[in-house]
């Protein structure tokens, strides 16, 4: 019976012992892919009112559910630069392991995206810029090739001639100005005139109001160009309520199959410009940091054009 009894102490010593060097090990371990149980990103989005935004988060979380050792951790910061800046704060507080941010504005998203990246934080900067280089990879497409496409478009469009309202994005974003100066980059030497422009903020309510102002000032309006779609239908909803819009070609930049290929089918629209929203690619872009791969500091994603021609095809591959 003794016997037996220090056989049990003995088997219960060595169980506990191991499971003492087992947890031991596991806490002294390096914090390896294959050892991580899971890597927590966190996402600041700088609103969610605007389609191509929600659409972004929609393909961020898409490809992340792909990796099941991923977490992402979404925020929205509705528009507002200093909720954002906080945003990266308390992801940098946190110790996240990767920041994704699509910035409200460059200047102001600049100096918290550089501390994050001088402690040592992967950071993706995805659509809009931040000033310098102070940031792991920057994804987004050419703004300034789709605007110039869209304005060589339109050239051709009108026949070399014509009276045209621009509906701008934010100008104190990179695409807003990107779009802006690829545009007048598109028409120079044209004999097009800008009879009208606006900035409304990437907003299809402001869009209208906007619009609505230019067609109470000018009997001839011949081409809308929008910087995104929600502007480009804002402007077309005044132009019907106005009985206008037959005579107004609209033509506008982002290519959801649920908005802007949407609007082309419908007529509503005559092209509509793709900016891919890029979530796909930042979560392969945050394994391939993750797996220790080497990367780009600069990565330019591809667009289309859509129209009545090619839409149902899937649209034409703006050339190089």
């Known amino acids: 019976m003794k016997k037996l009894l220090l056989l049990v102490l003995i088997v219960t010593a060595l169980v506990f012992t191991g499971c003492a060097k087992k947890e031991t090990q596991s806490v002294n371990e390096p914090q390896t892919p294959a050892a991580k149980s899971k890597w927590v990103i966190g996402m600041s989005q700088c609103n969610l009112g605007e389609p191509w935004r929600v659409q972004m988060n929609a393909d961020v979380r898409l490809a992340a559910e792909k990796h099941?050792?991923?977490?992402?951790?979404?925020?929205?910061?509705?528009?507002?630069?200093?909720?954002?800046?906080?945003?990266?704060?308390?992801?940098?507080?946190?110790?996240?392991?990767?920041i994704i941010i699509s910035p409200k504005e460059a200047a102001p998203l600049t100096p918290v995206v550089a501390v994050a990246f001088e402690k040592g934080i992967t950071v993706i900067v995805l659509d809009r810029r931040v000033l310098g280089d102070k940031y792991t990879c920057f994804i987004g497409a050419d703004n300034k090739k789709i605007g110039k496409s869209a304005g060589k478009w339109i050239v051709e469009k009108l026949g070399g001639k014509g009276k045209v309202v621009e509906l701008k994005g934010l100008m104190t974003t990179t695409p807003g100005q990107d779009r802006h100066s690829g545009f007048r980059d598109g028409i120079k030497d044209s004999g097009i005139e800008i009879i009208f422009e606006a900035d409304m903020k990437w907003l299809e309510p402001n869009a209208r109001k906007e619009m609505e102002s230019a067609l109470a000032r000018f009997p001839q309006i011949d081409l809308v160009y929008a910087h995104n779609d929600p502007g480009a239908h804002g402007a077309y909803l005044a132009a019907q309520a106005a009985g206008r819009e037959k005579d107004i070609i609209f033509v506008g930049i982002d290519g959801l199959p649920q908005e802007g290929q949407a609007y082309v089918k419908q007529g509503l629209m005559s092209a509509s410009f793709e900016y891919p929203t890029g979530g796909g690619e930042a979560i392969e872009t945050a394994m391939k940091l993750f797996n220790g791969d080497t990367i780009d500091k600069e990565i330019t994603l591809k667009s289309r054009v859509f129209t009545k021609d090619n839409v149902d095809a899937g649209g034409e591959w703006l050339s190089e």
Do not use: H, M, R
Request: hydrophobic share 40%; proline share 3%.
């Open 68 to 98: 099941p050792e991923l977490q992402v951790v979404f925020k929205d910061a509705q528009n507002d630069t200093l909720k954002q800046q906080a945003q990266v704060e308390e992801f940098i507080s946190a110790g996240v392991d990767l």
